[in-house]
């Protein structure tokens, strides 16, 4: 699918031209790869570890699966799947080259090597042939897509018959108040943060402001299960600030 010249979409809060995103995405990105590891344990004081490791508990990865981390950034995902699954192996697909630079710099990178592709692609048009993974993650990385159901698409897509998909991202807390002090701390804060850390206060203005564009929870298991996947389940972390969403190619 192409991108419509006429459509408009959310870039944060802006309304930006569909085919416009993409690249404002990327330079997103580009600008903060080689600060982004710190500022995610500055802005989430860690926490976002241990929700990847819960990421893992879920998907219980086995010996010899095949996982396609989109998004994939510097590697946190893939890196963890291939120390719990012995003669498993990874590619870590992104659009942002200079993330994927940042991510072969890690000694872990080093040590996987022989079992860990890096790839730049679109999760909107992935460059693999159907049904050539088994598992399919992507970790703070969907709500920047421009089409979402076209991602969603793209991973039933590639997923062999018994794939898994696995997203974790941010989300909505189920309490107005706690949503309201949470999104002071987001708005106030994090850009500031940014700011200091890497010189680039827009950047992550954009990324708080683009999780209060994403669905929450129940609406994106909704669309989960439109691009056709079965048993679609969420789960909550840290009271929904962020959830993790599973389902199956079956």
């Keep these: 699918m192409t991108d419509n010249p006429d459509k408009t979409t959310h870039f944060g809060a802006r309304t930006v031209p569909e085919a416009e995103k993409a690249g404002?995405?990327?330079?997103?990105?580009?600008?903060?790869?080689?600060?982004?590891?710190?500022?995610?344990?500055?802005?989430?004081?860690?926490?976002?570890?241990?929700?990847?490791?819960?990421?893992?508990?879920?998907l219980a990865p086995r010996a010899g699966q095949r996982q396609l981390d989109v998004a994939g950034g510097t590697g946190d995902i893939a890196f963890r799947f291939l120390r719990r699954a012995p003669r498993a192996s990874s590619v870590v697909c992104d659009m942002t080259e200079a993330m994927l630079v940042e991510g072969r710099k890690r000694a872990e990178a080093g040590h996987l090597a022989d079992r860990l592709d890096w790839v730049v692609g679109d999760a909107m048009a992935l460059p693999f042939p159907d049904n050539s993974f088994d598992v399919y993650t992507i970790s703070f990385g969907i709500r920047n897509v421009t089409r979402i159901e076209d991602a969603l698409s793209e991973a039933f897509r590639v997923l062999r018959p018994g794939g898994r998909l696995m997203v974790l991202e941010f989300s909505q807390l189920p309490n107005p108040a706690m949503q309201w002090a949470y999104d002071r701390y987001s708005y106030n804060v994090i850009p500031r943060m940014g700011q200091a850390v890497t010189g680039d206060r827009d950047s992550y203005q954009y990324l708080v402001e683009s999780i209060r564009q994403f669905p929450d929870q129940d609406r994106f298991a909704e669309m989960i299960r439109h691009a056709g996947f079965d048993q679609v389940k969420y789960r909550n972390l840290t009271m929904g600030v962020a959830a993790l969403h599973s389902g199956w190619k079956l």
């Design 24 to 58: 404002m995405v990327h330079g997103v990105f580009s600008s903060v790869a080689s600060r982004y590891d710190v500022m995610n344990d500055l802005m989430s004081g860690g926490i976002h570890r241990i929700w990847k490791d819960a990421m893992m508990d879920w």
